[in-house]
């Protein structure tokens, strides 16, 4: 870890919560809100921030799994999202929800208007929107974790 955490107290909870109070209780609650209030299905969230995990090498957000109602993506999924472009696994949705988070982290200039088509003809203003907002989450605060070293020693508070 890049933070002295004190012994005792739980990495995450000090350093989003009493380290920072009031820019990390706001953006806990931004990234949780993703989780709550998300619209999008399952297998195109998930595609979307195993992406961004896979982009960030963010440990606990490889291994995590988005859970709804007792539902998770199959076994395999993670390798079908590093195959995104070629996996038989994916329909289009889900196919660019993965492309969308790659290139969001990694080539945001270059989305381009044969892309929006694509993703206009796939996803509402309202999904895209909400798609972008997630990926925003995912990619800061997975990074934020990964680069302050606290992925491999973090687990949600109350998990």
């Known amino acids: 870890m890049r933070i002295d955490v004190p012994d005792g107290q739980h990495p995450i909870e000090y350093v989003w919560g009493d380290l920072v109070p009031g820019i990390g209780m706001a953006a806990a609650n931004f ?11 399952l297998r195109e969230f998930e595609a979307a921030r195993l992406r961004i995990a896979q982009i960030n090498g963010c440990v606990f957000c490889l291994d995590w799994r988005t859970d709804r109602d007792g539902e998770k993506v199959e076994e395999g999924f993670a390798d079908a999202v590093t195959e995104w472009r070629t996996t038989p696994a994916f329909d289009d949705r889900t196919r660019l929800a993965a492309e969308y988070a790659e290139r969001y982290a990694l080539d945001h200039h270059n989305l ?39 992925d491999s020693v973090c687990v949600l508070p109350g998990s």
């Open 31 to 41: 990234s949780l809100s993703v989780y709550a209030h998300t619209t999008l299905g």
């Open 112 to 150: 381009d208007e044969e892309f929006w088509e694509r993703m206009t003809a796939h996803y509402s203003q309202v999904e895209i929107v909400e798609l972008s907002m997630s990926i925003g989450s995912w990619l800061a605060f997975g990074r934020l974790n990964h680069v302050l070293g606290l």
